[in-house]
Structure formats: structure tokens, C-alpha cells
């Protein structure tokens, strides 16, 4: 590689024209093209034998923004005057909530746990405005934690209802169904930057067979099995030809899972050469669609980001600096947000993909490495929990 060839923050790979061929000679010969057709409940089938130890269904969707919106009808519905509200973390994709002001709520702005980096069950039980929520929404930000047993607890406790959005979590889920699907309603991103897509898709993931009823008929305009709408919904299905990338794309899971653990190995052992092991936090610790560099202030994060962009090498914070901050979402209330700002101002998303060159993750490492002071055992224990 050239030395200052730009390297993407990101590259998708999702299969050639030649791996879909044998799936769309099936809608050619079938001439179905959506609605639950053979190809999506092939591929609904597949998954659900993925994570046959939490017995969850998958119901498909056009996104994962879809998917959020039908799991929120079919745990919630609609908001009412007497819960308006919906509370959302401020470290998130502006889609968790986007999809919460579709379904008519009010998104309240939470922080998020400094550690993990997602909502706090227990401290959210207690919080001032459940009283008025009428869902809540933890995100696994990053694809990160196995939220499902504190949810339940939290939804037992308050019987306030629950969706996690765990758009980046389909590796964490397949490697612990237990720990992520359940009674509490999970939902994932098939976009092209998650690392199972089907180029647009989503899913929601869910032990409980009717509630998943309610997911497909929410994204299917209210129709379930009759030509009669029975509740509110949208048009969030999956085509025929997404699922023919979906199939394809299983079909080449355990060779990319191979090649993320050796890319992952590679990217780690390039950032211990320069004692900022610790620093980083790569698959299976998050989603193979990111590597974060967490920086000790904004300052440090911003001399990292100059240096990489000085070399040619994309960053992304991928979360923005807190979705509260989005033009689009600002006019909307929120708590204090310390930890938000501090995260969305400190980690620095960096180049990964399993097919990164040797010499590129040489580059980023080295780069980072001349702007950042090692500081050795100062970082233990930091991404425990
Ligand atoms: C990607 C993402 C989404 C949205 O998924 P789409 O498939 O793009 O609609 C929602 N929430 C989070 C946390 C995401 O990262």
C-alpha cells in the first residue's frame, strides 16, 4: 500500500453478483417478490436456528429502523397523554429516536452508564419521569453488553415497556442468545456498515410468538393473514431481493467470522507493539463494524483525529457528539448528560474491516501512537462490565 493511500473508516463487503444468482433464480422462478415470501422466512428460519438456545423468533424488516418502530408498536403501541414520553439514550444513532417520534412519543434524552456505555437499568427504575414514559429504549451502543436479564428485571419492576436496539449486536447475539434475546423485544440493523447485511434490512428478535405477530403486522400496514387492518403500522417489510443477499450472506458467516477474530488479533497486537492496547476496543468486546480508540479527554481525542486526518486515515464519532445535539432532535428535553458528552467527544471510531491491509493497520497504529502518551495500567479495568 502507498503511504498515504486514504484508508475508509469502513468498507462493506457483502456478497458478489455471482453468490446471489442461485437466490434470484429462486424469485425468478417463484415470481414472488415480497410479502413473507419463500426467501424471507427461509432466511427468518436460519436465523432463528442462530440463536435456537433463546427460542426467539426473528421477524425481518426493510431496516433497522423499521424493526424499532414495529417492536415499540407491538410492546407499547402509540403514545398516550398520559405517557408522552419515550426515554432514550443521548449516546446513540439519531434512528433510536427517530423511530420513537414515528410511533408518537416524546424522546427524553438519558445519560448513559460511563462504563458501559448504554442506559443504566436500576438507575433508570427510579427515574423522575417513568411515571409519563411509555417506553424505553436501551441501545447496545456499538453492539456492546448482554442487556437482556436487567431489562426483564427493569420491565417486572416498573412494567414499563422495553425495546433494546441492538442494531450492531448480530454477533454478540449469535455468540449469547441467552444474554440478549428474550421476553424483551431486541432489535438489529442489516445495513451494508453492520456486520451481517443484507444492504437495507433489519430485524426484531423475540421469545414471545405473538408479540412477533404484532411486529409483522405493524410492518405490514396492520394486515395479518386477513384483508382487514387491525392496528396501526407501516410498510417496513423485507423484499424477495434483500433476503436473496441476507441467505448469501449466512452463507458466507463462518469464513468472515474467521477472518474478523484474525483481522481483530492483527489490529490489537499492531496497537500492543506501542503499549495502547488498552486503549482500543475491538471485536468480540463490539461489533466487528467498529474500532474505538478511547481517548483519556477531548483534547487527546482531537490531536488523535488531526494526525489521522493529516494521514490520509478517515475517523468517524460515530454517534456524533450526542444525538441530543442533532439540529433535527435539539427542541427536545433531556437530563444532565455528563457521560454522553464525555463518550461522544472522546471515542474516536478508526478504521477496521476484515480485510484491512498488514501495512494499513501499521499506519493507523503508528499515527495514533505519535500522538498519544501510553499510560501503562491506568487503563485496567475501564471496559469491565
Ligand atoms: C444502524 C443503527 C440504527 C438504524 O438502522 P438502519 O438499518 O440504518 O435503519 C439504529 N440504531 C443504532 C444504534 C444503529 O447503529
Given at each position: 500500500?502507498?503511504?498515504?493511500?486514504?484508508?475508509?473508516?469502513?468498507?462493506?463487503?457483502?456478497?458478489?453478483?455471482?453468490?446471489?444468482?442461485?437466490?434470484?433464480?429462486?424469485?425468478?422462478?417463484?415470481?414472488?417478490?415480497?410479502?413473507?415470501?419463500?426467501?424471507?422466512?427461509?432466511?427468518?428460519?436460519?436465523?432463528?436456528?442462530?440463536?435456537?438456545?433463546?427460542?426467539?423468533?426473528?421477524?425481518?424488516?426493510?431496516?433497522?429502523?423499521?424493526?424499532?418502530?414495529?417492536?415499540?408498536?407491538?410492546?407499547?403501541?402509540?403514545?398516550?397523554?398520559?405517557?408522552?414520553?419515550?426515554?432514550?439514550?443521548?449516546?446513540?444513532?439519531?434512528?433510536?429516536?427517530?423511530?420513537?417520534?414515528?410511533?408518537?412519543?416524546?424522546?427524553?434524552?438519558?445519560?448513559?452508564?460511563?462504563?458501559?456505555?448504554?442506559?443504566?437499568?436500576?438507575?433508570?427504575?427510579?427515574?423522575?419521569?417513568?411515571?409519563?414514559?411509555?417506553?424505553?429504549?436501551?441501545?447496545?451502543?456499538?453492539?456492546?453488553?448482554?442487556?437482556?436479564?436487567?431489562?426483564?428485571?427493569?420491565?417486572?419492576?416498573?412494567?414499563?415497556?422495553?425495546?433494546?436496539?441492538?442494531?450492531?449486536?448480530?454477533?454478540?447475539?449469535?455468540?449469547?442468545?441467552?444474554?440478549?434475546?428474550?421476553?424483551?423485544?431486541?432489535?438489529?440493523?442489516?445495513?451494508?456498515?453492520?456486520?451481517?447485511?443484507?444492504?437495507?434490512?433489519?430485524?426484531?428478535?423475540?421469545?414471545?410468538?405473538?408479540?412477533?405477530?404484532?411486529?409483522?403486522?405493524?410492518?405490514?400496514?396492520?394486515?395479518?393473514?386477513?384483508?382487514?387492518?387491525?392496528?396501526?403500522?407501516?410498510?417496513?417489510?423485507?423484499?424477495?431481493?434483500?433476503?436473496?443477499?441476507?441467505?448469501?450472506?449466512?452463507?458466507?458467516?463462518?469464513?468472515?467470522?474467521?477472518?474478523?477474530?484474525?483481522?481483530?488479533?492483527?489490529?490489537?497486537?499492531?496497537?500492543?507493539?506501542?503499549?495502547?492496547?488498552?486503549?482500543?476496543?475491538?471485536?468480540?468486546?463490539?461489533?466487528?463494524?467498529?474500532?474505538?480508540?478511547?481517548?483519556?479527554?477531548?483534547?487527546?481525542?482531537?490531536?488523535?483525529?488531526?494526525?489521522?486526518?493529516?494521514?490520509?486515515?478517515?475517523?468517524?464519532?460515530?454517534?456524533?457528539?450526542?444525538?441530543?445535539?442533532?439540529?433535527?432532535?435539539?427542541?427536545?428535553?433531556?437530563?444532565?448528560?455528563?457521560?454522553?458528552?464525555?463518550?461522544?467527544?472522546?471515542?474516536?471510531?478508526?478504521?477496521?474491516?476484515?480485510?484491512?491491509?498488514?501495512?494499513?493497520?501499521?499506519?493507523?497504529?503508528?499515527?495514533?501512537?505519535?500522538v498519544v502518551i501510553p499510560a501503562r495500567g491506568a487503563g485496567q479495568g475501564r471496559f469491565a462490565g
Amino acid at each position: 500500500m502507498n503511504a498515504d493511500e486514504p484508508i475508509a473508516v469502513y468498507r462493506a463487503r457483502l456478497p458478489l453478483a455471482r453468490e446471489l444468482v442461485p437466490y434470484l433464480e429462486r424469485i425468478d422462478a417463484n415470481r414472488w417478490y415480497s410479502n413473507h415470501g419463500e426467501l424471507v422466512l427461509e432466511l427468518e428460519g436460519r436465523l432463528a436456528e442462530l440463536t435456537a438456545p433463546a427460542e426467539a423468533r426473528w421477524v425481518t424488516s426493510s431496516s433497522g429502523t423499521a424493526a424499532l418502530e414495529a417492536a415499540i408498536l407491538a410492546t407499547a403501541g402509540r403514545a398516550t397523554p398520559a405517557r408522552p414520553l419515550a426515554l432514550v439514550p443521548a449516546y446513540t444513532f439519531v434512528a433510536t429516536a427517530m423511530a420513537v417520534e414515528r410511533c408518537g412519543y416524546v424522546p427524553h434524552f438519558v445519560d448513559v452508564n460511563d462504563v458501559t456505555w448504554s442506559l443504566d437499568a436500576d438507575e433508570l427504575a427510579t427515574h423522575p419521569l417513568l411515571a409519563r414514559a411509555g417506553v424505553v429504549v436501551p441501545v447496545m451502543a456499538y453492539g456492546r453488553g448482554s442487556p437482556q436479564a436487567a431489562w426483564r428485571r427493569f420491565h417486572e419492576r416498573t412494567g414499563t415497556p422495553v425495546v433494546i436496539d441492538g442494531a450492531a449486536a448480530f454477533e454478540a447475539l449469535v455468540d449469547d442468545p441467552c444474554g440478549i434475546a428474550g421476553t424483551i423485544p431486541v432489535t438489529l440493523s442489516f445495513h451494508a456498515t453492520k456486520p451481517f447485511s443484507t444492504g437495507e434490512g433489519g430485524a426484531v428478535v423475540w421469545s414471545d410468538s405473538l408479540g412477533c405477530a404484532r411486529v409483522a403486522r405493524a410492518l405490514n400496514f396492520g394486515f395479518l393473514g386477513a384483508r382487514s387492518s387491525q392496528a396501526t403500522g407501516t410498510n417496513g417489510k423485507m423484499s424477495e431481493y434483500h433476503a436473496a443477499v441476507g441467505l448469501a450472506s449466512l452463507a458466507g458467516l463462518a469464513r468472515r467470522r474467521i477472518a474478523i477474530a484474525e483481522a481483530a488479533r492483527a489490529y490489537g497486537d499492531a496497537f500492543a507493539e506501542h503499549e495502547l492496547d488498552e486503549r482500543i476496543l475491538l471485536w468480540p468486546e463490539i461489533s466487528s463494524s467498529y474500532a474505538i480508540f478511547a481517548a483519556e479527554s477531548e483534547r487527546e481525542a482531537q490531536r488523535v483525529a488531526t494526525a489521522l486526518k493529516d494521514a490520509g486515515i478517515e475517523h468517524r464519532f460515530w454517534y456524533g457528539r450526542g444525538i441530543h445535539r442533532e439540529p433535527s432532535l435539539a427542541r427536545y428535553s433531556g437530563d444532565a448528560l455528563p457521560n454522553a458528552e464525555r463518550l461522544a467527544t472522546s471515542l474516536v471510531g478508526i478504521p477496521f474491516c476484515a480485510d484491512l491491509a498488514a501495512a494499513a493497520v501499521e499506519r493507523i497504529a503508528t499515527t495514533v501512537a505519535r500522538v498519544v502518551i501510553p499510560a501503562r495500567g491506568a487503563g485496567q479495568g475501564r471496559f469491565a462490565g
